[in-house]
């Protein structure tokens, strides 16, 4: 879903084009697909945290929406005085605010979510943390090779300070991604072998 908005919006079509409508429909089908997942997903199939696990999920995607909401941090006093967008934006705006659009507005709030969810114990957010790790891990990944290969292609929007705090940030969130995920394989494995 969240690729398909910028797939959609990012090109700024002046023109009908087939391709849209292949946006389009993929956008819809993931979308069902999603819904369909989550009702697929039975309460006794997945692991039960100990409080201990919910603490640490629920700070660990507390400070990934942090992490989230750091890039735009600079943008606040823009919006509220006026002014510009970041220079790499200025070019391509459409890609800038569909991306704020669905940080800010989505990832963002989502994230909290599931976080004060884990933190009341709460079955929504047990099912949702697989997902969240799973999404920042491959959003995450894909943004920090995005800004590896504009280093080495020698984009002056990019320096390596930055490649290396996302990778580093990537490494972490991995990191985090295979220890909840882990919980799920083991349990799988314990349930496949009680049947």
Not at 171 to 180: A, D, Q
Request: hydrophobic share 55%; glycine share 6%.
């Amino acid at each position: 879903l969240y690729t398909f908005v910028q797939l959609i919006m990012g090109p700024q079509y002046i023109e009908y084009s087939p391709i849209a409508l292949l946006h389009l429909g993929l956008f819809i089908l993931s979308g069902f697909i999603l819904v369909n997942a989550w009702q697929r997903i039975k309460g006794n199939e997945l692991p039960h945290f100990n409080r201990r696990k919910n603490k640490t999920s629920a700070i660990v995607l507390f400070l990934l929406a942090i992490f989230t909401s750091l890039s735009y941090v600079a943008s606040i006093p823009q919006i509220v005085m006026g002014g510009t967008i970041p220079a790499t934006y200025v070019e391509d705006p459409t890609v800038y605010w569909s991306i704020f659009l669905l940080d800010l507005g989505f990832v963002l709030p989502i994230t909290i979510t599931v976080s004060v969810g884990l933190l009341k114990n709460k079955a929504f957010a047990q099912k949702a943390v697989f997902g969240m790790a799973g999404w920042y891990t491959l959003v995450v990944g894909s943004v920090a090779a995005m800004f590896v290969v504009m280093f080495l292609n020698g984009d002056s929007n990019v320096d390596g300070v930055t490649v290396i705090l996302l990778l580093s940030a990537f490494l972490l969130i991995v990191l985090f991604s295979v220890w909840v995920w882990q919980s799920l394989i083991v349990h799988r494995k314990r349930l496949q072998k009680d049947q």
